[in-house]
């Protein structure tokens, strides 16, 4: 009954991420952790991390954007507890 109960009760995942990771040495360029992520089976975005920084492009988009670790941070901190 219980496990009927918990099987009801789940949702779909609304996100799925696939990863594939690039090592030519941890120091060396080149090496990255690759995210393609996907909501309700549409691709959304892939964000590329390096050692010295991260790529995001969108979904539809053709560009990348290119983010220091740096400003990476100081983005986070800001969305997380404000200015």
Not at 14 to 29: C, F, M, N, Q
Not at 49 to 63: F, V, Y
Request: a positive charge; charged letters at 30%.
């Amino acid at each position: 009954m219980l496990l009927e109960m918990a099987r009801a009760k789940r949702v779909a995942r609304k996100h799925e991420v696939k990863a594939a990771l690039t090592v030519h040495g941890l120091s060396k360029a080149g090496t990255s952790l690759d995210l393609t992520i996907f909501a309700e089976g549409e691709k959304i975005g892939e964000l590329v991390i390096g050692r010295g920084s991260l790529n995001w492009t969108g979904g539809r988009r053709q560009s990348s954007k290119r983010i220091s670790w740096s400003e990476f941070a100081r983005h986070m901190d800001e969305l997380a507890y404000g200015k």
